[in-house]
């Protein structure tokens, strides 16, 4: 059962990589044109960013 | 008219009408390509383009203009629609918090589900103090808005609804730090912050469906022209600022340009836009000795005219003064929301309190009574009326949203829902507008030809739907020369040496029938004429009867004369109707209704439309309004089908019937948590079973309201 002294932080870890992606998906304006962004993702001209308004 | 906006503030345009990803290249292209535009970015989701310009760049009006070319509708973003989300700090805010809250929710559940599968002793202890480790951070970072709002209400001395909520949250986490120190078997923590996740869902739903403020007051204050030419004694031009005009002042007002003050005309004859006293964008000619107001917009030719009235005491100010007015006395809305807090906050307190009192006096113990008393807040608290009422406004939003019908708040949804009565304007609300040709020559008439070439030498807006449809038909202009423009009668021109005129009937000479519309001369020595009608927006018959099979009361109220007024009526099935009604008239007929209890909705896009609009309990203007009528009014519709406003009409019906359902499933919910939670059967397993099984059914609930056609 000890191994779970160890299961408990990696879960942890990972669950804040995905929280950490998640702000910073934020922060760079991801959300802000969604069914926009779905069309621009086949457009031949490429920005490589969003609004970043 | 162009706003004056100072030109590197990006520029936000709505298109009503895009529809598919493909619409996007091109219209970035396109615009990007015009000289001085830096960038453009389409925002598909709610519709818009922001445009970025070099200072010197074109105006909103030119980019409009430039996107019309290539078919796409395009109109100016101003306080009157909704706020753009790109610059929204507070919902992001949320979003953070809310995310936060999420993550801790899910991993603290993972370790409640080994506790409550039976884990023993040491171990569930272990669990308990990781979950502790997790929550309470996130519950202090997430929480905080509950706790601000919580604690603004205390010391302005009311209950709101987060104040149960905050004291739920404080007491699960310090009552389970007190039972995992003591080794206890029953911690809170998950259900602590799982509340707390649902409610900023919630939250953050509410947050998006409130309005930006946005004063229909400023908008009028746009009118008003900033400098004017004042013709001194010895006859000189100069300009003054509207600020230094004062009454006996002459000046001189050129086409195209608006009147800077009230005052009577001295010299010169031209066509005047008197929407803002009349609602009517049909030109009227004026001649010397005829009263003009400031923000009249002076078409066809130079006036010169004596000042009788200056800033606050022009006609304009006195409409900007009734639509604040109107505005402010509009009367706090008692939300539904609001009406259930008042009821539910106390009696939550109460039932907790009782609930801690009486466990105690009975057990003795302490840790016993406030474990019970955290799950019965826990247990009460409002994640489905916290949920359920943002939910529905979210969803009625999207649902309206997605048939063109922009709403600016969820409080001007409920208000719908209460109205009894709808009163209608005539002109750009039941009617297109002016200016559509009822009738004319056939198209292959030679009196097109000439009443082209004319019509495209004058601005007037008879002259220029002429041309329009002209053109439409595919009419080539015949070769006239000299045209000259006689302001408040017409153009004429020559061919062959013949003199022609297009204008009114009794300038062109005798015309056959009425002195309606506008004639023309043929070479030949004949006439043609030309009449124009306010024609009925197509289904405006159809909305009106579905207006009354709602049960509503509908009525007509217009500036303009009776004949058309009771035409219209008559028309669209209307059976009251009043007519020659300027702005202040409406609030006055306004206020009367509402004094006889009545509820009424406002449907008008007119400059004098402004009053009425702001003080009516609810209130719907097309998108072609004018950007006074747009910012007061509570939602926008776009289009030309007048059926917008029965829709809006039921989907605010069924928001209204969901929410009380909503209602209704909390307080069965809470009938039988109660007790529960009371004899002190609820663990935190059936805590959080319960929380998430109601929050679902309400927002499953909510979501009928995407159905409403």
Same mark, same amino acid.
């Given at each position: 059962?000890?191994?779970?002294?160890?299961?408990?932080?990696?879960?942890?870890?990972?669950?804040?990589?995905?929280?950490?992606?998640?702000?910073?998906?934020?922060?760079? *304006? @991801?959300?802000?044109? =969604?069914? &926009? *962004? @779905?069309?621009?993702? =086949?457009? &031949?001209?490429?920005?490589?960013?969003?609004? &970043?308004? | 008219?162009?706003?004056?906006?100072?030109?590197?503030?990006?520029?936000?345009?709505?298109?009503?009408?895009?529809?598919?990803?493909?619409?996007?290249?091109?219209?970035?292209?396109?615009?990007?390509?015009?000289?001085?535009?830096?960038?453009?970015?389409?925002?598909?989701?709610?519709?818009?383009?922001?445009?970025?310009?070099?200072?010197?760049?074109?105006?909103?009006?030119?980019?409009?203009?430039?996107?019309?070319?290539?078919?796409?509708?395009?109109?100016?973003?101003?306080?009157?629609?909704?706020?753009?989300?790109?610059?929204?700090?507070?919902?992001?805010?949320?979003?953070?918090?809310?995310?936060?809250?999420?993550?801790?929710?899910?991993?603290?559940?993972?370790?409640?589900?080994?506790?409550?599968?039976?884990?023993?002793?040491?171990?569930?202890?272990?669990?308990?103090?990781?979950?502790?480790?997790?929550?309470?951070?996130?519950?202090?970072?997430?929480?905080?808005?509950?706790?601000?709002?919580?604690?603004?209400?205390?010391?302005?001395?009311?209950?709101?609804?987060?104040?149960?909520?905050?004291?739920?949250?404080?007491?699960?986490?310090?009552?389970?730090?007190?039972?995992?120190?003591?080794?206890?078997?029953?911690?809170?923590?998950?259900?602590?912050?799982?509340?707390?996740?649902?409610?900023?869902?919630?939250?953050?739903?509410?947050?998006?469906?409130?309005?930006?403020?946005?004063?229909?007051?400023?908008?009028?204050?746009?009118?008003?022209?900033?400098?004017?030419?004042?013709?001194?004694?010895?006859?000189?031009?100069?300009?003054?600022?509207?600020?230094?005009?004062?009454?006996?002042?002459?000046?001189?007002?050129?086409?195209?340009?608006?009147?800077?003050?009230?005052?009577?005309?001295?010299?010169?004859?031209?066509?005047?836009?008197?929407?803002?006293?009349?609602?009517?964008?049909?030109?009227?000619?004026?001649?010397?000795?005829?009263?003009?107001?400031?923000?009249?917009?002076?078409?066809?030719?130079?006036?010169?005219?004596?000042?009788?009235?200056?800033?606050?005491?022009?006609?304009?100010?006195?409409?900007?003064?009734?639509?604040?007015?109107?505005?402010?006395?509009?009367?706090?809305?008692?939300?539904?929301?609001?009406?259930?807090?008042?009821?539910?906050?106390?009696?939550?307190?109460?039932?907790?309190?009782?609930?801690?009192?009486?466990?105690?006096?009975?057990?003795?113990?302490?840790?016993?009574?406030?474990?019970?008393?955290?799950?019965?807040?826990?247990?009460?608290?409002?994640?489905?009326?916290?949920?359920?009422?943002?939910?529905?406004?979210?969803?009625?939003?999207?649902?309206?949203?997605?048939?063109?019908?922009?709403?600016?708040?969820?409080?001007?949804?409920?208000?719908?829902?209460?109205?009894?009565?709808?009163?209608?304007?005539?002109?750009?609300?039941?009617?297109?507008?002016?200016?559509?040709?009822?009738?004319?020559?056939?198209?292959?008439?030679?009196?097109?030809?000439?009443?082209?070439?004319?019509?495209?030498?004058?601005?007037?807006?008879?002259?220029?739907?002429?041309?329009?449809?002209?053109?439409?038909?595919?009419?080539?202009?015949?070769?006239?020369?000299?045209?000259?423009?006689?302001?408040?009668?017409?153009?004429?021109?020559?061919?062959?040496?013949?003199?022609?005129?297009?204008?009114?009937?009794?300038?062109?000479?005798?015309?056959?029938?009425?002195?309606?519309?506008?004639?023309?001369?043929?070479?030949?020595?004949?006439?043609?004429?030309?009449?124009?009608?306010?024609?009925?927006?197509?289904?405006?018959?159809?909305?009106?009867?579905?207006?009354?099979?709602?049960?509503?009361?509908?009525?007509?109220?217009?500036?303009?004369?009776?004949?058309?007024?009771?035409?219209?009526?008559?028309?669209?099935?209307?059976?009251?109707?009043?007519?020659?009604?300027?702005?202040?008239?409406?609030?006055?007929?306004?206020?009367?209704?509402?004094?006889?209890?009545?509820?009424?909705?406002?449907?008008?896009?007119?400059?004098?439309?402004?009053?009425?609009?702001?003080?009516?309990?609810?209130?719907?203007?097309?998108?072609?309004?004018?950007?006074?009528?747009?910012?007061?009014?509570?939602?926008?519709?776009?289009?030309?089908?007048?059926?917008?406003?029965?829709?809006?009409?039921?989907?605010?019906?069924?928001?209204?019937?969901?929410?009380?359902?909503?209602?209704?499933?909390?307080?069965?919910?809470?009938?039988?948590?109660?007790?529960?939670?009371?004899?002190?059967?609820?663990?935190?397993?059936?805590?959080?079973?319960?929380?998430?099984?109601?929050?679902?059914?309400?927002?499953?609930?909510?979501?009928?309201?995407?159905?409403?056609?």
């Amino acid at each position: 059962m000890t191994v779970i002294g160890y299961l408990i932080p990696v879960s942890l870890f990972l669950g804040g990589l995905g929280l950490a992606a998640f702000i910073w998906s934020l922060r760079a *304006d @991801q959300y802000t044109d =969604l069914e &926009g *962004d @779905q069309h621009r993702a =086949l457009f &031949g001209e490429h920005d490589d960013r969003p609004s &970043g308004e | 008219m162009p706003l004056d906006r100072p030109p590197t503030e990006p520029i936000e345009l709505i298109l009503p009408s895009i529809s598919c990803g493909g619409c996007i290249a091109p219209i970035e292209r396109r615009l990007t390509a015009i000289e001085g535009v830096r960038t453009a970015r389409v925002n598909l989701s709610n519709k818009r383009v922001r445009i970025e310009t070099l200072p010197g760049g074109p105006d909103a009006d030119r980019l409009a203009a430039t996107l019309a070319e290539i078919g796409h509708e395009a109109r100016q973003l101003t306080a009157a629609l909704p706020r753009s989300e790109t610059r929204d700090a507070e919902g992001r805010d949320l979003v953070l918090r809310l995310g936060v809250a999420g993550f801790a929710a899910m991993n603290v559940m993972l370790l409640s589900i080994s506790v409550w599968s039976g884990a023993e002793a040491a171990t569930r202890d272990l669990l308990h103090w990781v979950s502790a480790l997790i929550a309470l951070p996130a519950m202090a970072y997430s929480g905080l808005p509950f706790y601000r709002s919580a604690g603004r209400a205390l010391t302005g001395g009311r209950l709101n609804m987060d104040v149960p909520i905050s004291l739920a949250i404080l007491l699960s986490a310090v009552s389970s730090l007190i039972e995992t120190s003591y080794g206890g078997q029953h911690a809170y923590f998950d259900a602590g912050i799982m509340l707390i996740f649902f409610l900023l869902i919630g939250r953050y739903l509410d947050h998006r469906t409130r309005a930006q403020a946005g004063s229909a007051a400023a908008e009028l204050s746009q009118l008003a022209a900033r400098m004017a030419v004042q013709i001194a004694a010895d006859g000189t031009r100069q300009s003054i600022a509207t600020a230094d005009l004062r009454p006996g002042m002459r000046l001189t007002v050129a086409p195209g340009e608006r009147i800077p003050a009230d005052g009577v005309i001295s010299l010169g004859q031209s066509d005047l836009d008197r929407a803002l006293v009349t609602g009517e964008s049909v030109p009227e000619p004026v001649s010397p000795g005829d009263t003009i107001h400031a923000g009249m917009l002076n078409l066809t030719g130079p006036l010169e005219m004596e000042v009788t009235a200056t800033g606050d005491g022009t006609l304009l100010a006195d409409i900007a003064r009734m639509v604040e007015a109107a505005e402010q006395g509009r009367g706090r809305l008692d939300r539904l929301a609001d009406q259930a807090a008042r009821v539910y906050a106390p009696g939550v307190h109460l039932v907790a309190l009782a609930a801690f009192v009486g466990w105690y006096w009975q057990s003795g113990d302490l840790l016993t009574a406030l474990g019970i008393a955290t799950a019965v807040l826990i247990i009460t608290c409002p994640c489905a009326l916290g949920l359920a009422v943002p939910t529905v406004h979210t969803v009625a939003s999207s649902r309206l949203f997605r048939s063109g019908i922009f709403l600016k708040d969820g409080g001007e949804l409920e208000r719908l829902a209460q109205v009894d009565t709808v009163a209608f304007d005539k002109t750009g609300t039941l009617t297109d507008g002016a200016s559509q040709i009822a009738s004319a020559p056939t198209p292959d008439h030679p009196a097109w030809p000439v009443a082209a070439a004319l019509a495209q030498a004058s601005r007037h807006p008879l002259a220029i739907a002429i041309a329009a449809e002209a053109e439409r038909v595919g009419v080539r202009p015949a070769r006239i020369s000299d045209l000259t423009e006689h302001p408040g009668q017409g153009v004429s021109g020559q061919i062959k040496g013949r003199e022609l005129r297009l204008g009114r009937p009794d300038w062109v000479g005798h015309a056959p029938g009425g002195s309606d519309g506008v004639l023309v001369s043929l070479p030949d020595g004949g006439r043609a004429s030309f009449t124009f009608s306010d024609t009925l927006r197509p289904d405006a018959r159809e909305t009106v009867a579905e207006v009354v099979a709602l049960g509503l009361d509908p009525c007509l109220i217009s500036g303009d004369a009776e004949r058309p007024v009771a035409r219209a009526a008559d028309a669209a099935g209307i059976a009251r109707w009043h007519a020659r009604l300027h702005p202040g008239d409406k609030l006055d007929l306004l206020a009367e209704m509402q004094a006889e209890g009545r509820r009424v909705l406002m449907v008008g896009d007119g400059l004098n439309d402004g009053p009425a609009l702001a003080a009516a309990h609810a209130s719907i203007s097309p998108a072609a309004a004018a950007d006074v009528a747009k910012a007061a009014a509570g939602l926008v519709f776009t289009g030309q089908r007048l059926g917008h406003v029965s829709l809006a009409l039921r989907v605010a019906r069924a928001a209204r019937r969901r929410t009380l359902e909503c209602f209704a499933i909390a307080a069965v919910y809470n009938a039988l948590a109660i007790p529960l939670a009371l004899s002190g059967q609820v663990t935190p397993l059936i805590a959080a079973a319960a929380m998430s099984g109601s929050s679902i059914v309400v927002v499953l609930n909510a979501l009928r309201v995407r159905n409403v056609t």
